[in-house]
């Protein structure tokens, strides 16, 4: 009996802990039978923002709602966001990635428990240019360029690549994953898409193929996903850095 009636105590204690922790989560959030609210913030205040990359972190304040999701009208995707009550402040964010180019409507829905009953939406629309391969051309031409591309994830990242808007460009030689960069070789491109660049004629230039481009000249980064000398086995997406001088 004395056994028993410890164990029922025991679970009492553990009942009414769990209580308390779950009424303390979120130091304000849902569940308590308010209407949830929701502000976006960041990256901008406005209707809408404008950038060069493939995704965007978005965030703001949030009240009354333990959950949060953003859908993007363009795509259909939907990212899961993240809530945190300080206090009895909430903020939230959300990763919205893989953004198509133009208009990418979001709607931010805030959740009071995750059952859609009472919710609060807040919207912005981001905005992608129609021709990311035009903002990291490094010049016109060959004759006019005074900076090139370093490809921060190669071998020693000694490989180079600088792309002019007249479909000529100059590259390293070599893998780019397993070999130090040779010489630099002059090619010509085509464009298979918005966001991409075919090298096709130099079989021995490193960059074969990148795709996926995001980022620009004026903040002196792209990222693409590249395929290289050797094969198309390697699809990773690499960082480029923007480097003063001539290639």
Request: one cysteine or more.
């Amino acid at each position: 009996m004395k056994t028993g009636r410890v164990s029922k105590l025991t679970v009492a204690v553990f009942t009414l802990a769990f209580i308390v922790a779950l009424a303390g989560c979120g130091g304000g959030g849902g569940g308590s039978g308010q209407t949830p609210t929701i502000n976006i913030i960041n990256p901008s205040t406005g209707p809408s923002y404008s950038t060069v990359w493939t995704g965007v972190i978005i965030g703001g304040t949030i009240s009354n709602a333990s959950f949060v999701h953003a859908t993007n009208a363009l795509t259909g995707a939907t990212s899961t966001g993240y809530v945190n009550y300080n206090q009895g402040h909430g903020s939230w964010f959300a990763d919205v990635g893989g953004l198509g180019f133009g208009d990418n409507p979001i709607t931010v829905t805030a959740d009071s428990d995750g059952t859609g009953s009472s919710t609060a939406n807040a919207y912005i629309t981001i905005v992608r240019p129609l021709q990311p391969l035009d903002e990291i051309f490094n010049a016109p031409n060959q004759f006019s360029a005074n900076t090139y591309w370093t490809d921060a994830h190669s071998y020693n990242q000694s490989h180079k690549i600088a792309l002019f808007a007249d479909g000529t460009g100059r590259s390293t030689t070599r893998s780019a994953l397993s070999e130090d960069a040779g010489g630099v070789v002059d090619f010509t491109w085509t464009m298979p898409g918005p966001d991409s660049v075919l090298i096709t004629n130099c079989p021995s230039c490193s960059f074969q193929m990148i795709s996926r481009i995001s980022g620009s000249i004026t903040v002196d980064a792209f990222n693409g996903q590249i395929e290289t000398t050797g094969g198309a086995s390697e699809l990773a997406l690499h960082a480029f850095t923007l480097t003063a001088g001539v290639l």
